[in-house]
């Protein structure tokens, strides 16, 4: 007979290919990038009492008052970074895991920062839990990149800052790409940039989002408490 937790667990991941079916409908066409969502167990990275809720396409409270993105803006953001599997990857706002998580299987190596010093905690534990052996989870401030690891072929920024951090900028190789959403607190556009030259930068807009602050020296101030 069938445990109760196995049977949970194919339950989940049910759900999971659900979930990348609805993805790939609303036009997520990279191949890896869903098997990467479809392999990842979401629900390992909210707080237990919401795991019903991990593979709906919603956002999620992982507690101190931030949240995991809804799987559809992952995927966008993901695939954005058109990975083929050998990039060195710098993350800032590690939040859950999650992202991490997708990266490790879709890149060489993934640096991610998250100014929370809990949420990084907890983050690293569970990805170490998880054998993503090739992710670092440091804590500090991701506006100013890790000059120590830079360059980097690619950058996802995922929480919304006011414009884009320049120190980010210098840390990304030529012909490497940043992802991440800028504008206003109440709203953002989630940009794509290219590093074209050693100062030639190109700018593309994937549409518009809503994430919580980016924090930090090129970021929004922390709010007083
Ligand atoms: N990628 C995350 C979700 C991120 S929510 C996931 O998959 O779960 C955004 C995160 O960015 C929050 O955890 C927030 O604390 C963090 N953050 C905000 N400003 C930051 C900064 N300057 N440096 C690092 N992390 C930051």
Redesign the pocket.
């Known amino acids: 007979m069938q445990s109760s937790r196995s049977a949970a667990l194919e339950e989940y991941a049910r759900a999971r290919e659900r979930l990348v079916r609805r993805l790939s409908a609303r036009g997520v066409q990279d191949e890896r990038v869903l098997q990467a969502i479809f392999e990842t167990p979401r629900h390992r ?1 909210l707080p237990e009492a919401l795991w019903g809720q991990a593979y709906r396409d919603t956002p999620v409270p ?1 507690g ?1 008052a ?4 809804a799987p559809g803006v ?1 995927a966008t953001m993901t695939e954005a970074l058109s990975l083929s599997g050998h990039e060195q990857v710098l ?10 998580a997708l990266l490790h299987g879709l890149a060489a190596s993934v640096l991610s ?4 010093p809990v ?1 990084a905690e907890r ?1 690293d534990v569970l990805l170490s839990e998880l054998g993503c052996d090739r992710v670092e989870v440091r804590v ?4 100013q990149g890790a000059a120590d690891r830079a360059p980097f072929d690619r950058i996802l920024v ?2 919304g800052g006011p414009e884009l951090p320049l120190p980010l900028l210098s840390q990304l190789t030529v012909g490497g790409l940043l992802v991440g959403p800028f504008g206003d607190r109440g709203g953002q556009e989630l940009m794509r940039i290219q590093r074209a030259g050693p100062k030639k930068f190109t700018r593309e807009v994937l549409g518009a989002c809503r ?6 020296e090129a ?1 929004w101030s922390a709010p007083s408490l």
Do not use: C, H, K, M
């Open positions: 990275f992982i101190e931030q949240t995991i993105s992952v993350e800032v706002g590690t939040g859950s895991g999650y992202q991490a920062i998250e100014r929370i949420l983050a500090g401030d991701g506006t995922t929480a994430f919580v602050d980016l924090i930090g970021g």
